[in-house]
T-cell receptor, first 106, second 118 residues
Framework: RKEVEQDPGPFNVPEGATVAFNCTYS??????FFWYRQDCRKEPKLLMSVYSSGNEDGRFTAQLNRASQYISLLIRDSKLSDSATYLC???????FGAGTRLTVKP | GAGVSQSPSNKVTEKGKDVELRCDPI?????LYWYRQSLGQGLEFLIYFQGNSAPDKSGLPSDRFSAERTGGSVSTLTIQRTQQEDSAVYLC????????????????FGPGTRLTVL
């Protein structure tokens, strides 16, 4: 089993849709979790940290489920500009998921 | 302030040659990471430096790969006797020291070096 696994995607959704990605991790001692966004041929940039209690930033909600060892990212009212690859990272391991590609269509 | 910078931005080399890739982290960041990303793939961890601790080299794919971090700042990733499968984007990131008990901090990435081995 890979240390960090993500939904393979690609996700193709219409504007305004709600979409969710999951990311599972194998190291139960992991303590830091992040979602990054990577645009085509660009470097990854932090989208949001994932806190134990869950956190929300505008249309984006991140949650952590320690019992099942996964984190999730929910995007509501998706925009064309949300089209990108979303990477999860478990920082104790410096391991990134392979990424989930999202395309939002008009 | 200035972000993470990498040089060169692009490097084309012939199979068998050695290459050096440079990373200048954000000032004050004690942690530095190297990753590589092949086309359409995720990030592959290579090596991690944290302060004066021994680096975590567990991700280096072979002994042709090595990295140094001088003075706790600039880092150089060296690939000896390059092979075509080394072609990828090499990304460097830096972060502040991990909080005790929290394990990590946001990583800030440089723009990467695109390496092409002919």
């Amino acid at each position: 089993r890979k240390e960090v696994e993500q939904d393979p995607g690609p996700f193709n959704v219409p504007e305004g849709a709600t979409v969710a990605f999951n990311c599972t991790y194998s190291n139960s001692a992991s303590q830091s979790f992040f979602w990054y966004r990577q645009d085509c041929r660009k470097e990854p940039k932090l989208l949001m940290s994932v806190y134990s209690s869950g956190n929300e930033d505008g249309r984006f909600t991140a949650q952590l489920n320690r019992a099942s060892q996964y984190i999730s990212l929910l995007i509501r009212d998706s925009k064309l500009s949300d089209s990108a690859t979303y990477l999860c990272v478990v920082n104790n391991d410096m391991r990134f998921g392979a990424g989930t590609r999202l395309t939002v269509k008009p | 302030g200035a972000g993470v910078s990498q040089s060169p931005s692009n490097k084309v080399t012939e199979k068998g040659k050695d290459v050096e890739l440079r990373c200048d982290p954000i000032s004050g960041h004690t942690a530095l990471y190297w990753y590589r990303q092949s086309l359409g793939q995720g990030l592959e961890f290579l090596i991690y430096f944290q302060g004066n601790s021994a680096p975590d080299k567990s991700g280096l794919p072979s002994d042709r790969f090595s990295a140094e971090r001088t003075g706790g700042s600039v880092s150089t990733l060296t690939i000896q006797r390059t092979q075509q499968e080394d072609s990828a984007v090499y990304l460097c990131a830096s972060s502040r020291a991990p909080y005790r008990g929290r394990g990590g901090n946001e990583q800030f990435f440089g723009p990467g070096t695109r390496l092409t081995v002919l």
